[in-house]
């Protein structure tokens, strides 16, 4: 499916608040219930558009902690490791990505004791070779 300017004018609008009515987002893009709905539900059908989902506030995001964690696994275990991830629950996501790192793991807990037993929880994994966290300060903007 080829995106038209409007269908991206559309996906820029609900990335920015998903749970705008089809008459807000209608007055906000300058366009017709009619058009918003009907494009809406192409971005859906096609896939473009896979759901909508949660975004955390600040009042929850102050009062827990968050830390990219980059992991270096052994080639032959990568999907091992990955399935084990998988199954923590305070992983938010995984991403394998190229280089010196082999994972990018995002992890949110309630306290740095809780991290520290998640690291060492990772750490411990077969066919994790090394490890190497940084706690999330602040956020300056998520587009996500």
């Known amino acids: 499916m080829d995106l038209s300017r409007n269908d ?7 990335q920015l608040n998903a749970r705008q009515t089809i008459s807000e987002l209608s007055r906000e893009l300058d366009l017709s219930r009619t058009t918003v709905q009907k494009r809406l539900s192409q971005l859906e059908a096609s896939g473009i558009i896979a ?3 949660l975004k955390l506030g600040d009042a929850y995001q102050s009062r827990t902690f968050q830390a990219y964690v980059n992991l270096v696994v052994d080639p032959h275990l990568g999907s091992q490791v990955a399935s084990a991830l998988e199954g923590m629950s305070e992983l938010e996501a995984l991403y394998t990505v190229s280089g010196k790192i082999d994972l990018v793991a995002i992890i949110r807990v309630n306290a740095p004791a809780e991290l520290d037993s998640v690291l060492d929880r990772i750490g411990e994994m077969d066919g994790v070779r090394d490890t190497d966290s940084a706690i999330v300060l602040s956020t300056k903007f998520d587009r996500r």
Do not use: N, S, V
């Open 8 to 14: 991206r004018r559309l996906i820029k609008a609900l």
């Open 51 to 53: 759901g909508y989902k």
